[in-house]
């Protein structure tokens, strides 16, 4: 007579959600989340293409979720949660980053105009500045985030002897509050207000 084999209880990972289930709850609560964070079209304007794979990330982590057991789900917490929160600081902290970028981004556009009017007032001499901005390549940041006024100053015969350039956030709803203007000597000027900066503003030192 064989001896009884004393069967080990089996650890149950898996929850009663089938793999289907999960995919459909895990992608309705990451949509969800997506139109909370971007509910007024900032998170989308803020952000490159590729920031979306946070979203993918959500995603798969609810999957995840939803597959284990109870007790399963909540050591998937305790491990992941610390790390959700770190990143969660990083990407706060992007956010000044970003500001900082596209407002360099403005300032050296704003430069490489005023280089060029400065170019065409040599060549042009006496007539003034044009009655448009040249052609400038500007990079991606300063285009998106910013748009740009040329305010020519005209002399007492009609002709632009001086100028401004305004550089004003496209989406200040977005938290890009910084206006600058150039002067048609190189001096940049800045403002927080809602408005287009002046030449009583704030110098932008060199």
């Known amino acids: ?41 900032c998170w989308l304007f803020r952000h490159k293409p590729g920031d979306i794979l946070a979203f993918v ?7 995840m979720f939803f597959v284990l057991r109870a007790r399963w789900r909540l050591l998937f917490l305790i491990v992941t949660v610390p790390l959700t929160v ?26 490489q105009m005023q280089s060029s009017l400065h170019g065409y007032g ?4 006496p007539q ?35 100028y401004l350039i305004q550089a004003i956030p496209t989406r200040r709803a977005c938290g890009f509050h910084r206006s600058f203007t150039i002067s048609d000597d190189g001096r940049v000027f800045w403002t927080l207000e809602p408005r287009a900066a002046t030449l009583s503003d704030t110098f932008l030192p060199e």
């Not at 980053?97 to 981004?105: F, I, L, Q």
């Not at 040599?122 to 001499?125: D, I, L, N, P, V």
Request: aromatic residues 14%; contains cysteine.
């Open 57 to 63: 990330c959500s995603f798969a982590w609810l999957v």
């Open 86 to 111: 770190l990143l969660t600081g990083f990407w706060t902290s992007g956010i000044a980053e970003m500001n900082a970028a596209a407002e360099s981004a403005a300032v050296t556009a704003l430069h």
């Open 1 to 41: 007579m064989e001896p009884a084999v004393e069967r080990q209880p089996s650890i149950r990972v898996r929850s009663g959600i089938s793999w289907g289930k999960a995919t459909a709850w895990s992608a309705f609560a990451t949509l969800l989340l997506f139109l909370a964070v971007n509910w007024d079209g």
């Open 122 to 125: 040599g060549e042009h001499a």
């Open 128 to 162: 003034g500045y044009p009655e448009a901005l040249p052609t400038v390549k500007l990079s991606f940041p300063a285009l998106k985030y910013y748009r740009f006024n040329y305010v020519p100053i005209r002399g007492p015969r009609g002709g632009i002897l001086n």
